[in-house]
C-alpha cells in the first residue's frame, strides 16, 4: 500500500506532466494561428474542370474571380480595388536554396517557375474578390494606421528537396505593407490564404495603440 508521501510524490508527477501536455498544446495552438487556416488549391483540377467546356482553364480562372478582369495567365489585370493596391510579386525559390533570401528572389509577378506562378495568380484572384468586398476592419486599419498595400509572397518548394521549408502567414513588413503569402507544394498544388485568415490578421492589427499596429 503506498505511503502517503509516495502518493504525493506521484499526484506531483501527474500534476507536472498534466502542466507539459497544456502547455505543448498551447504552443501548437499558437502555431497554428500564427500560419492561418488556408486552403488547397490545385490548378490542374481547375484546369480538368473547364477542359471540356468553352474556354478551358481561363473560364475557371473567370469563374473563380467574377467581374475582375484577368491577363492571359490568370493574374488580374488591375490591381488597385478599393483604395487598396496589390502590385508586386516575389518568388522564394526553395529548389535553388535552402535560404533563397536575399540573392535568389525572384522579383516580378511573372518571374517564377511555371507551378509557382499558377498558384501566385491563384492567390492574387482571391485576393482582388476580397478587396472587391472587403471586410470592415480593412477600412478600420487603413483610416488608422493608413495602410492601404499589400505584396503579393509565394514561397516555391516544387522540385526542392524534402527538408527545404518556410512558413505562410499574412504579415505586416516595416508596418505599412500588408504581406500576402501563398506556397507552390512540391506536387505543384497550392496553399492559398483565406478571407478568415485576413480578418483574423486585421483584428490583430487593430489591438495596437494610436500609432502603432498589434500586426
Not at 488597385?80 to 516575389?90: A, K, V
Not at 483565406?194 to 486585421?202: G, K, N, P, S, V
Request: net charge negative; hydrophobic share 35%.
Amino acid at each position: 500500500m503506498p505511503t502517503r508521501s509516495t502518493a504525493a510524490l506521484l499526484t506531483t508527477t501527474l500534476i507536472a506532466a498534466l502542466s507539459v501536455a497544456a502547455c505543448s498544446s498551447a504552443q501548437t495552438d499558437d502555431v497554428a494561428s500564427q500560419e492561418g487556416a488556408y486552403s488547397a488549391y490545385d490548378p490542374s483540377a481547375a484546369a480538368a474542370d473547364a477542359g471540356s467546356g468553352e474556354g478551358g482553364a481561363a473560364a475557371t480562372w473567370a469563374a473563380e474571380a467574377p467581374g475582375i478582369e484577368l491577363d492571359a495567365k490568370g493574374f488580374p489585370k488591375n490591381k488597385y480595388i478599393g483604395g487598396h493596391s496589390f502590385s508586386g510579386c516575389e518568388y522564394w525559390p526553395y529548389a535553388v536554396s535552402a535560404s533563397p533570401y536575399p540573392d535568389h528572389i525572384q522579383w516580378g509577378c511573372t518571374s517564377g517557375s511555371d507551378e509557382a506562378q499558377l498558384c501566385m495568380a491563384a492567390g492574387m484572384r482571391r485576393l482582388a474578390v476580397i478587396l472587391s468586398d472587403p471586410p470592415p476592419q480593412l477600412a478600420q486599419v487603413k483610416q488608422k494606421y493608413g495602410i492601404s498595400s499589400f505584396f503579393n509572397w509565394n514561397n516555391d518548394y516544387y522540385g526542392a528537396p524534402p527538408d527545404r521549408r518556410g512558413s505562410e502567414r499574412i504579415w505586416l513588413y516595416n508596418g505599412s505593407l500588408i504581406k500576402w503569402m501563398s506556397a507552390t507544394n512540391r506536387d505543384g498544388t497550392c496553399k492559398l490564404p483565406e478571407r478568415a485568415d485576413l480578418e483574423r490578421f486585421l483584428d490583430k492589427c487593430l489591438t495596437g495603440d494610436a500609432t502603432r499596429p498589434g500586426c
